[in-house]
C-alpha cells in the first residue's frame, strides 16, 4: 500500500520560512513533486526532483525561494520554503508519478497524500 504523508505546515508571517516533509512508503518513485492548492484555485506544481538524474524543477514564482530536496534513506522529500508570500499560502500535496511528462502537470502523477496547511499572514 502506497502511503505518502505530509507535515511541517503551519502559521508564519510574511518573510518567514517552513519546511514541509513527506514520507513515502510502498513506492520506490524517483519522480517526486510537491503542489498546491488555494481556495478557489487550481492545483499548481511547485516544485518537482528526479532523484535518478538529480534535477529538480520549480514554478517560476518560488524559483529561488523554495527548495525541494530527498532523502532516500529515509524516503522522505523536503520543501524548504523561504521569504514565503501571503500568495504561497494553501494547501501543498506531496505527490508520485512515473517518469516522463511535464512536471507540473497533477495528471501525471500516480499518488498523492492528504496535504498540509500553510498559512502566510502579512
Known amino acids: 500500500q502506497v502511503q505518502l504523508v505530509e507535515s511541517g505546515g503551519g502559521s508564519v508571517q510574511a518573510g518567514g520560512s517552513l519546511k514541509l516533509s513527506c514520507v513515502v512508503s510502498?513506492?520506490?518513485?524517483?519522480?517526486m513533486g510537491w503542489f498546491r492548492q488555494a481556495p478557489g484555485k487550481e492545483r499548481e506544481g511547485v516544485a518537482a526532483i528526479y532523484s535518478l538524474i538529480h534535477q529538480s524543477y520549480y514554478a517560476d514564482s518560488v524559483q529561488g525561494r523554495f527548495s525541494i530536496s530527498r532523502d532516500g534513506a529515509r524516503n522522505t522529500v523536503y520543501l524548504e520554503m523561504n521569504s514565503l508570500k501571503p500568495e504561497d499560502a494553501a494547501v501543498y500535496y506531496c505527490?508520485?508519478?512515473?517518469?516522463?511528462?511535464?512536471?507540473?502537470?497533477?495528471?501525471?502523477?500516480?499518488?498523492w497524500g492528504h496535504g498540509t496547511l500553510v498559512t502566510v499572514s502579512s
Open positions: 505527490a508520485a508519478r512515473p517518469t516522463g511528462g511535464l512536471w507540473y502537470d497533477a495528471s501525471q502523477y500516480k499518488f
Open positions: 510502498g513506492t520506490s518513485s524517483d519522480f
